[in-house]
């Protein structure tokens, strides 16, 4: 392993509905990259989820990025892993009246 990357996922709130959904874009060299997620705290009987919510890679070295999007937040894997990624956007998603908070990290390989 070359190094990794982590940091907390903001305490969110759904608020009345529909409720909420977020994501955040990290940024980094290409390299192969396992990029993981999970909620640490929920409050409210509602939906609570943390995903990746897309993917950007670079297949050939000095070329073009590219784009994987996972769909809709029921979708979104917990950890993903690629050669050549560049990027990763992380989302979560909130009931009305839900709140929740969790962390993500990033392993270079």
């Given amino acids: 392993m070359r190094g990794m990357r982590w940091s907390s996922l903001t305490d969110a709130h759904g608020g009345d509905p529909p409720g909420l959904i977020w994501t955040t ?3 980094f060299e290409p ?3 396992v990029a993981q997620v999970a909620l640490s705290r929920t409050s409210g009987d509602g939906t609570h989820a943390v995903g990746i919510a897309g993917i950007r890679f670079r297949p050939v070295p ?3 990025e ?3 999007s996972f769909g809709g937040w029921w979708q979104w ?3 993903f892993g690629r050669e050549s990624m560049t990027s ?3 989302g979560m998603a909130l009931g009305s009246e839900q709140a929740a908070s969790g962390y993500w990290t990033l392993y270079f390989w």
């Fill in 25 to 27: 874009e990290v940024n």
């Fill in 88 to 90: 990763v956007t992380i």
């Fill in 77 to 79: 894997p917990a950890m």
């Fill in 31 to 33: 390299s192969f990259t």
């Fill in 62 to 64: 000095g070329g073009p």
């Fill in 66 to 68: 590219q784009s994987q």
